[in-house]
């Protein structure tokens, strides 16, 4: 049938194209597709929506959070479609810097249990403040954006954690190791303490927590078109392997702390960046 609903011409079937599978609620009338489920902060574009493809393709049910409508009605659309599983990526609208916003992801997930949790929601908040007020608001920016999200996030969402083989990933930045991020190397590097506190917390629930590191990565919206092809050549420069990575580079790390394989694998930081910042 064509989108139409009538036959093609050879006879073949094709699929209408899901463009209103994005939800402010749970599972569309309770549907449970897969046996696990993820949620993905920051999940409509970059590293989020790669991580919500590599986990739909594993299995997972996979709900999609962020503050941009558009951005997650068009991957939801897109993932459903690409991966002939409609439903099995859905979406929730909510600021997860705002306390009040954050209990739609909760009341989303509809009582299942959470085998996933990857914090990706953040970003690079620049400028040089000239005044004191100006450099307050733009350190608690970043850090409502970084930290206060994942924080917000994964402790309204730690009462449903699957016991045991629950999952609690964070995506911080080589900019925490390395420095030049300014508030926000600050608000990623807090990430990797708090990673290390919830790990000890969690542990005896055997659910794991653990940080995941990008270095450069093209393809995502991080730089906002700040990167210039100087800057490019710089960074890859800085790698040992002479390229930047991916979206797909960090989701393939997700993938393997999101997976029975990395059961044993907690409080630690996997730094995913060409080599750029040396293990330490």
């Known amino acids: 049938m064509g989108v139409s609903g009538k036959p093609t011409a050879g006879g073949s079937p094709v699929r209408a194209h899901p463009a209103n599978l994005l939800i402010d609620g749970g599972f569309e ?5 897969g046996e696990r ?3 993905v902060s920051g999940g409509g574009t970059g590293i989020g929506a790669a991580t919500a493809q590599v986990l739909a393709v594993d299995g997972f049910d996979v709900l999609v959070v962020g503050r941009r409508e558009d951005a997650l009605r068009a991957t939801t659309a897109r993932l459903s479609w690409d991966l002939a599983r409609p439903g099995a990526v859905r ?4 600021d997860l810097t705002d306390p009040q916003q954050v209990p739609r992801v909760v009341e989303a997930v509809d009582g299942r249990a959470v085998d996933a949790v990857v914090n990706n929601a953040g970003g690079y908040l620049g400028g040089e403040p000239d005044t004191l007020a100006g450099v307050a608001e733009q350190w608690r920016a970043s850090l409502e954006a970084n930290l206060l999200t994942a924080v917000l996030l994964t402790e309204a969402l730690r009462p449903t954690l699957r016991r045991p083989g629950g999952r609690v990933i964070l995506v ?3 900019a925490a190791q390395q420095g030049g991020g ?4 600050a608000a990623k590097a807090a990430l990797h303490g708090w990673a290390y506190d919830l790990a000890v917390r969690l542990g005896p629930d055997q659910v794991t927590v653990n940080v995941v590191s ?5 393809d995502t919206e991080f730089f906002g078109g700040r990167r210039t092809p100087e800057g490019h050549a710089r960074r890859v420069a800085a790698t040992l392997v002479g390229r930047a990575g991916t979206p797909d580079d960090i989701a393939a790390a997700v ?12 409080g630690q930081v996997l730094g ?3 080599g750029s910042v040396l293990g330490r």
């Open 29 to 33: 009338g309770g549907q449970r597709m």
């Open 182 to 185: 300014g508030p926000h190397s």
């Open 37 to 39: 489920l993820a949620v």
């Open 91 to 94: 979406a929730v609208v909510a």
């Open 214 to 218: 990008p270095g450069y990565v093209v």
């Open 172 to 174: 911080s930045s080589a």
């Open 272 to 274: 995913v960046d060409g």
């Open 255 to 266: 993938r393997y702390l999101a997976g029975p394989a990395a059961g044993y694998v907690t």
